[in-house]
Structure formats: structure tokens, C-alpha cells
């Protein structure tokens, strides 16, 4: 099975698009989403962070 010949899904939000057509239900839910994303986002710099300290104080010595 080739995938890149295999139709591509729309995602279901973009970046900077025009929010006039989207109702306010619709407009929260993309909030929630959002708010979900960044704060996963923020685990993995975290954790990314954490790991190249760990690596600098490794190297150091």
C-alpha cells in the first residue's frame, strides 16, 4: 500500500484561518484544544530541558 498516494484527511483546525463561520460551541471546543496542546507542549520542553541539563552536568565533570 503506497500512503503518500492515499487522500489526506482536512484537518480540522488551521492556524489563522477566518473564525466568522464557526459557531461559539465550536470556537470553545478549539480553546480546549489548544489550551490541551500547549500544555503538552510545555511537559515536553520540560522534559527536554531536564535531559540536556542532565547531560551538560554529565559531561562537565
Given at each position: ?57 554529565f559531561?562537565?565533570k
Open positions: 500500500m503506497d500512503l503518500e498516494n492515499e487522500p489526506r484527511a482536512k484537518p480540522l483546525m488551521v492556524i489563522g484561518e477566518n473564525l466568522d463561520a464557526i459557531s461559539i460551541a465550536e470556537l470553545e471546543q478549539r480553546i480546549i484544544a489548544l489550551d490541551s496542546e500547549i500544555t503538552r507542549i510545555r511537559v515536553e520542553i520540560v522534559k527536554k530541558q531536564s535531559g540536556k541539563a542532565a547531560a551538560d552536568a559531561f562537565r
